[in-house]
């Protein structure tokens, strides 16, 4: 039971952290499920040597924590490519303020 409160606070922490705005939940919401499904689904034991058999893993519970590192590399190319956005952005504002200075000071 202490395994399904541990994923629950960690649900509500993440939660809060949507609410006071410091996650965006366009890049949260699908990982955040995928990843209490996943918890959720890895305290059933018939799950995870399920699992261990399909990825042909002798000792099952390691490929709960494969699924895991998959899971949190998807959540990391996510952020990546957010930030990526954001520098291009960036440097389009830039690009602007830049020209309209310029043709400020010729028009000076």
Do not use: C
Request: no cysteine; aromatic share 8%.
């Amino acid at each position: 039971m202490i395994h399904i409160t541990i994923i629950l606070a960690l649900g509500i922490v993440l939660i809060q952290l949507v609410r006071i705005r410091l996650i965006q939940v366009d890049l949260f919401f699908p990982w955040f499920i995928a990843l209490v499904l996943l918890g959720i689904a890895s305290t059933q034991l018939t799950f995870v040597n399920w699992l261990g058999a399909q990825l042909g893993i002798l000792y099952p519970p390691i490929a709960v924590l494969f699924l895991v590192i998959f899971l949190l590399v998807g959540v990391i190319v996510t952020l990546t490519i957010s930030v990526t956005r954001l520098r291009e952005r960036q440097a389009a504002i830039i690009r602007k303020i830049a020209e309209a200075e310029l043709d400020k000071q010729e028009h000076s």
